[in-house]
């Protein structure tokens, strides 16, 4: 049941209230965030989503009938855009596990020397978290995100069932069929799952190929959340399994996003009240 003081927030922020719409942005942005991140591959793509999902949240906010949890809302809004999304790229770029596999099957040189150990450290860290990511985007949209919230933000099956519109059965089944695809990958290929692939070994052939660039490492940029923030976004979740309990230990990061300037430039532009509809399709 939604607290008091959430739905008082909730109120302030339909009549327009610039601070109240932050604070309630401040709530989720992380959550939209990482779940843009897992479902899209790369932090670039993950910033834009963040993004256009908060607009919708802001743009929408009137249809928002109070039902539910306002992070229910906001995980339904996320996924029927990260969705949609990843429908348009994928007639331009679907990555499969046979494609994985015979790059993952390439030989590979060796370090020679070229960094220090602690820098290869830090570059064999990126490179796990930035295949870990790709890795994920082998599956269609809808197995991805049935995988990424069950496995990561280890959401119950009766509200995700309900965010992608099919039964509670029917989503137990397409996880564990999920699990299983990536989980016999992962114990072939993935070395912190048992499999041949060392990420240290691997760096300069990434290098090479412009897989990842020594100059910017993305992930080791983002701010981790804390653990208390982490439990805080994982309410109503469940415990999943073995092999994949690789992307269970993938960080959870805070978002670049800054609310208060994102609303400050809608205001130039147009009143908030203008912007927050009376109508939408996010009514849940």
Not at 41 to 67: H, Y
Not at 200 to 228: C, M, N, W
Request: charge should be negative; include cysteine; glycine fraction near 4%.
């Amino acid at each position: 049941m939604k607290s008091e003081e959430e739905i008082l927030l909730i109120q302030s922020a339909l009549t327009g209230d610039c601070e109240a719409v932050t604070e309630l942005l401040n709530e989720v942005k992380y959550l939209v965030f990482n779940l843009s991140l897992r479902m899209l591959g790369n932090v670039f793509d993950a910033e834009d989503a963040t993004q256009e999902i908060l607009l919708k949240i802001v743009t929408n906010l009137a249809a928002f009938k109070q039902q539910s949890r306002f992070s229910t809302w906001v995980y339904r809004i996320a996924v029927n855009h990260l969705i949609t999304d990843q429908k348009k790229r994928s007639f331009q770029e679907q990555l499969t596990f046979d494609l994985m596999q015979k790059d993952l099957d390439q030989p590979i040189p060796t370090m020679d020397g070229a960094f220090s150990e602690l820098e290869e450290e830090e570059l064999s860290e990126e490179l796990k978290l930035s295949c870990t990511n790709i890795m994920l985007q082998c599956l269609s949209p809808e197995e991805r995100c049935v995988f990424i919230l069950g496995t990561m933000f280890k959401m119950n099956s009766q509200l995700a069932s309900t965010l992608l519109q099919i039964t509670p059965d029917t989503y137990r089944q397409k996880l564990s069929r999920t699990r299983k695809r990536m989980g016999r990958f992962l114990e072939n290929y993935c070395g912190h799952a048992g499999g041949k692939c060392d990420c240290r070994r691997r760096v300069p052939f990434a290098i090479k190929q412009h897989r990842l660039d020594p100059k910017r490492l993305d992930y080791s940029s983002l701010k981790e959340l804390t653990i208390a923030e982490i439990h805080q976004q994982k309410k109503n979740m469940e415990f999943v399994d073995e092999q994949t309990l690789l992307f269970e230990t993938l960080s959870h990061y805070q978002s670049a996003f800054d609310s208060q300037q994102f609303l400050r430039a809608l205001l130039e532009s147009k009143q908030l009240s203008e912007l927050i509809k009376e109508d939408s399709v996010y009514g849940l």
